[in-house]
């Protein structure tokens, strides 16, 4: 059986719709209550077994390396004043696994910053998780290790797909295909955000994708596409066509933080989860929107 040991998180864009919080600050490290985004994604990544993760960063993003070392004046400070929780906390961060970075030199593409990660992967299969989305499973399967089973019957890529509105079908990449099993699809192709009219289904990529290393070989083909940018969809529409290529059909829920309001979404929704903040949160909510119907 061919082992997945390495995963990649894309983390290099400016974040713009988040200006001007992410002139100076990355966008993945956005709080969701009090953690950053990215660190709930390098959790799922260990929570399916693997602890090896490169993260392919751009300009700014130093925050990011930050996070992830340790900090042994912080820690000191801590031990020293008792706070064994917080002091747990932050060593927790940089045990989760071996996390290496590499700079994305100029911005051209989620396809071109999966290609940043060729010499790190070699002739490896990896899981790509972006680093702005969140998925949560409903059945207590992390996702990245349900792509990974599904990665280990079949030997071929992957990606999570979410079942979406119509009318939302233009903001994704979405597939055509055939169901083989309850929730997993063989895919015959994936369109890039197409017209309501032209989408051939409303299953759409969900930020969850699993690669043989013949990937790298498509993006080296890939010309400029959509935004004058390497589309990974557009390395993986050559791909479909030479090799099987499966979707699995996302059960559970995903969180979207790369806009203003699916960020306040999801920090209400984790926070709801919280049993300290929870009742707190209901009831200020409640007296919110009280206040707005008088």
């Known amino acids: 059986m061919i082992m997945i040991k390495k995963a990649v998180i894309p983390a290099a864009g400016f974040g ?68 064994q929780v917080e002091l747990e906390a932050i060593r927790h961060i940089s045990n989760l696994a071996n996390v290496h970075f590499v700079w994305q030199k100029e911005l051209k593409g989620l396809g071109d910053a999966v290609y940043c990660a060729k010499d790190h992967v070699g002739d490896n299969p990896f899981v790509v998780l972006l680093g702005d989305t969140l998925l949560e499973s409903l059945d207590g399967i992390p996702i990245t290790r349900q792509l990974i089973d599904v990665f280990d019957r079949y030997e071929e890529s992957v990606v999570v ?85 499966y979707g699995l059909k996302l059960h559970g829920r995903r969180y979207d933080i790369g ?3 699916d960020f306040l979404r999801t920090n209400i929704a984790f926070a709801l989860k919280r049993p ?10 409640k007296e919110i929107v009280n206040e707005l119907k008088e």
Do not use: C, W
């Not at 660190?39 to 925050?63: F, N, P, W």
């Open 161 to 245: 797909l979410e079942e979406v509105p119509m009318s939302k079908v233009h903001r994704y990449g979405v597939i055509s295909g055939k169901t083989i099993e309850d929730h997993l699809y063989l895919v015959d192709d994936f369109v890039e955000k197409p017209s309501e009219e032209e989408a051939p289904s409303n299953l759409a990529i969900a930020g969850r994708y699993v690669f043989t290393p013949q990937i790298f070989d498509y993006l080296e083909k890939t010309p400029k596409g959509k935004n004058d940018e390497i589309q990974l969809t557009d390395a993986m529409r050559m791909m479909v066509r030479d090799r099987s290529m």
């Open 16 to 83: 713009t719709r988040f200006l001007p919080a992410s002139k100076s600050q990355p966008k993945e490290m956005l709080p969701i209550v009090d953690k950053p985004t990215i660190q709930y994604v390098v959790e799922e990544i260990a929570a399916a077994g693997i602890t090896d993760i490169l993260m392919v960063i751009g300009k700014s993003k130093r925050a990011i390396e930050e996070h992830f070392d340790r900090n042994f004046e912080l820690e000191m400070e801590l031990a020293e004043k008792n706070k």
């Open 276 to 285: 300290e903040l929870r009742e707190h949160l209901i009831a200020y909510m």
């Open 259 to 261: 806009n203003k309001l």
